[in-house]
């Protein structure tokens, strides 16, 4: 794997640079419910040295009736200061699954104007195989400014893909699992209906990874955007079940040099709640 500081980094690269004084490293370890897992609980127990728990559901708009929507401008700004992460910092986002939900992090740093974000390939379960130092210790903190300027184009909400699936001038494109996306499995939020955005393609975001968690080959990766029938020649919106997992979809397009990408922040939780929006299944 080629590590770029700017998508997707291994586990030797960030044990080069851990003692570097600039690297600010994010645990955003998240968990569906039916994973029974807790991410804050399993930081506090172990995590990579100097690493600062970031948690999806409190860093987001907590104003919405939507699961961790993109927290307004000064929230972020604050959190991140109290969290001492700022201009100048080279940040590494990982979580507990391997690669789930760190993408998600790794897009919301980009939609905030920071390019300096790299996903740590393989994540914790990787870094411990190894052999790799942990520690229970939560890291010294020292406040640091972060300049924020909003990408509004990488992201996208009810109305806009509503457009995008009528007109058809960008490509959606659905992580969820196959049976989710046609329909044949209930959703697991309850009072949500089953189906996809009409227009959209599926691909399954765990195509887009090895058994171990990390990222599959960048001629890998196109290749299956292509099987899934996604035209690489027009924008895509990604989206999945509530805005997680169609990050892995967003950062797998970023590492094919595809530019034009932006995340339904809404997704399936948003579309498949509201009666007058149409449904496909199969």
């Avoid at 949500?192 to 765990?206: A, D, T, V």
Wanted: hydrophobic share 40%; glycine share 8%.
């Amino acid at each position: 794997m080629s590590d770029d500081p700017k998508t997707l980094v291994s586990t030797d690269w960030l044990a080069e640079h851990l003692s570097m004084p600039d690297l600010r490293i994010l645990d955003a370890s998240w968990y569906l419910p039916d994973m029974n897992r807790d991410g804050r609980a399993e930081y506090d127990k172990a995590h990579i040295p100097g690493a600062r728990f970031f948690d999806i559901d409190e860093i987001s708009d907590t104003r919405s009736a939507l699961p961790h929507m993109v927290p307004p401008v000064e929230k972020f700004m604050s959190r991140m200061r109290a969290m001492g992460v700022g201009d100048g910092h080279q940040v590494v986002v990982y979580d507990g699954a391997g690669l789930f939900s760190a993408a998600r992090v790794w897009w919301l740093f980009r939609l905030m104007g920071q390019s300096n974000v790299a996903v740590l390939d393989g994540g914790f379960p990787k870094w411990q195989a190894e052999g790799r130092p942990v520690e229970d210790m939560p890291p010294v903190i020292r406040d640091r400014h972060m300049t924020v300027t909003v990408q509004n184009d990488m992201v996208k909400d009810v109305t806009q893909v509503a457009a995008a699936s009528k007109l058809k001038d960008w490509e959606i494109v659905d992580a969820r699992s196959a049976p989710r996306f046609r329909g044949e499995e209930p959703e697991p939020r309850e009072g949500l209906r089953s189906g996809h955005i009409p227009g959209s393609q599926n691909l399954h975001y765990k195509r887009l990874l090895n058994d171990d968690g990390t990222m599959r080959p960048v001629e890998d990766l196109r290749a299956a955007f292509e099987a899934s029938n996604v035209d690489l020649d027009k924008p895509v919106i990604t989206s999945c079940g509530s805005g997680v997992t169609a990050a892995i979809l967003s950062l797998a397009l970023e590492r094919i040099g595809h530019r034009r990408h932006a995340l339904y922040d809404g997704s399936w939780t948003e579309w498949g709640m509201y009666g007058d929006l149409k449904v496909e299944t199969g």
